[in-house]
């Protein structure tokens, strides 16, 4: 079993930035993909930025493609999101989750193998 939870959301304004951070406790996450996903009111939830469980490979929605990175620290049991230069498009939950020994792409495009989903966090991006 892997729990997951989620910190770091607020209030901010269109350019400014935000850390999101996914805290896992239970098994090694030597084995899981983590990946972040975005669910606005009324709206699907998509996948946003996943990491291969590897670790080699990474996966990035066009929306956010050089603006957020996604890492993950396995000493802390800890995934990231750093979100930079962030737009109003960009407000919703955000939900991080893991997938056993899947690539990043498939995790987000598919959200292939997910195990395990947070409780999510909200970000609201407005002036």
């Known amino acids: 079993q892997l729990h997951l939870v989620e910190s770091g959301g607020g209030l901010v304004q269109p350019g400014e930035s935000l850390t999101l951070s996914c805290v896992t406790s239970?098994?090694?996450?030597?084995?899981?993909?983590m990946g972040w996903f975005r669910q606005a009111p009324g709206e699907e939830r998509e996948g946003i930025s996943c990491?291969?469980?590897?670790?080699?490979?990474?996966y990035y929605a066009d929306s956010v493609k050089g603006r957020f990175t996604i890492t993950r620290d396995t000493a802390k049991r800890t995934a990231y999101l750093q979100m930079n230069n962030l737009k109003a498009e960009d407000s919703g939950s955000y939900f991080c989750?893991?997938?056993?020994?899947?690539?990043?792409?498939?995790?987000?495009?598919?959200?292939?193998?997910?195990?395990?989903w947070g409780q999510g966090t909200q970000v609201t991006v407005s002036s």
């Open positions: 989750a893991a997938a056993l020994f899947e690539s990043g792409r498939e995790m987000c495009l598919e959200k292939r193998g997910i195990n395990f």
């Open positions: 239970g098994t090694s996450l030597d084995f899981y993909a």
């Open positions: 990491l291969d469980h590897s670790g080699g490979g990474t």
